[in-house]
């Protein structure tokens, strides 16, 4: 019983339909990245729950924040990101997050009590959809 493997044509349509449906849904779920979200417009800090100051997103700075009992954040903004780069707080984990653009976005160092998020501009980014 030799049996000899023969294609048709209608054979290339199942991977061919696969190929072009993944392609669509990628396209499709790419399409907000390739509008890019815009950033928010304003960095808001907040120091045990005052506002402390309201910086512009768009211009390029440092400036020292201080916190409780005397210890200190350094916030950079720079190319539209604001950034806690360093603090005097024991864990850092301010430090270690990521930098922020998108309204709704905070950094929060807590032993120093001090808030950093965005505000105004455009909408953040999708994290998840719920129903």
């Not at 304003?42 to 768009?58: C, F, H, K, N, Q």
């Not at 409780?68 to 360093?86: M, P, R």
Request: hydrophobic residues 40%; glycine residues 10%; negative net charge.
């Amino acid at each position: 019983m030799n049996r000899v493997l023969s294609f048709r044509k209608t054979d290339l349509y199942v991977p061919a339909a696969a190929v072009f449906i993944s392609l669509v849904v990628f396209l499709l779920s790419s399409i907000p990245m390739l509008a890019g979200n815009k950033g928010g417009e304003w960095v808001v800090i907040t120091v045990s729950g005052e506002r402390y100051a309201v910086l512009p997103l768009d211009e390029d700075r440092e400036l020292t924040i201080p916190g409780e009992k005397g210890l200190d954040n350094l916030l950079v903004i720079k190319d539209g990101y604001a950034d806690i780069t360093e603090a005097d707080c024991p864990d850092k984990v301010c430090v270690h997050q990521k930098k922020i653009r998108y309204k709704g976005e905070t950094i929060v160092c807590l032993p120093n009590r001090v808030v950093v998020s965005i505000e105004g501009g455009g909408e953040g980014e999708v994290d998840a959809v719920s129903r």
